[in-house]
T-cell receptor, first 112, second 111 residues
Framework: DAGVTQSPTHLIKTRGQHVTLRCSPISGHKSVSWYQQVLGQGPQFIFQYYEKEERGRGNFPDRFSARQFPNYSSELNVNALLLGDSALYLC???????????FGPGTRLLVL | DAKTTQPTSMDCAEGRAANLPCNHSTISGNEYVYWYRQIHSQGPQYIIHGLKNNETNEMASLIITEDRKSSTLILPHATLRDTAVYYCIVRVVYNFNKFYFGSGTKLNVKP
């Protein structure tokens, strides 16, 4: 069975640009969560979506936004990129949002 | 937000049991203990979780103290591939609650 998939695997952007990251959950999972992991730290929660509705938001600026589609896939958008946005962005899925989360391989974003 | 305390790093000899401790002295009655691990910048991998009883699966065993204020993850026969950062997390399951990852324990399995 396919696990959580994320695209792209790596991305290089410059300051001020916009980026869109994509996530496909495990088949049958209806909830997707996004995390940011800066080098040397544990993952930090950004958003959780269930049935296309936002169910939780971490302490991130409004430059970060996300959405979930009818097929339960999700996009994370980051506007006006800063150098500090360089990180590994992780997507996790769960059946209904309240259970064990399973993580994808992540997208590594480098902002120059 | 920090609800768990873990040692920064631990060493273990290959083939021996690795015992990773976690302190969660403020755990609530409806909070589960979860363990994940992350191997060198890959996505975190789910290992095991439990509420109050000891749990075992094909990867590991989870021992939770009777007062639930601490737990130990046991890898019975550590291999080099078990070298990773191990995260202990407490969360309410039946709620849209985020997973809070602390800094974890870097386990170094040595030949």
């Amino acid at each position: 069975d396919a696990g959580v998939t994320q695209s792209p695997t790596h991305l290089i952007k410059t300051r001020g640009q916009h980026v869109t990251l994509r996530c496909s959950p495990i088949s049958g999972h209806k909830s997707v969560s996004w995390y940011q992991q800066v080098l040397g730290q544990g993952p930090q929660f950004i958003f959780q979506y269930y049935e296309k509705e936002e169910r939780g938001r971490g302490n991130f600026p409004d430059r970060f936004s996300a959405r979930q589609f009818p097929n339960y896939s999700s996009e994370l958008n980051v506007n006006a990129l800063l150098l500090g946005d360089s990180a590994l962005y992780l997507c996790a899925s769960s059946v209904q949002g309240q259970e064990t989360q399973y993580f994808g391989p992540g997208t590594r974003l480098l902002v120059l | 937000d920090a609800k768990t305390t873990q040692p920064t790093s631990m060493d273990c000899a290959e083939g021996r049991a690795a015992n990773l401790p976690c302190n969660h002295s403020t755990i609530s009655g409806n909070e589960y203990v979860y363990w994940y691990r992350q191997i060198h910048s890959q996505g975190p991998q789910y290992i095991i979780h439990g509420l109050k009883n000891n749990e075992t699966n094909e990867m590991a065993s989870l021992i939770i103290t009777e007062d639930r204020k601490s737990s130990t993850l046991i890898l019975p026969h550590a291999t080099l591939r078990d070298t990773a950062v191990y995260y202990c997390i407490v969360r309410v399951v039946y709620n849209f609650n985020k997973f809070y990852f602390g800094s974890g324990t870097k386990l170094n399995v040595k030949p």
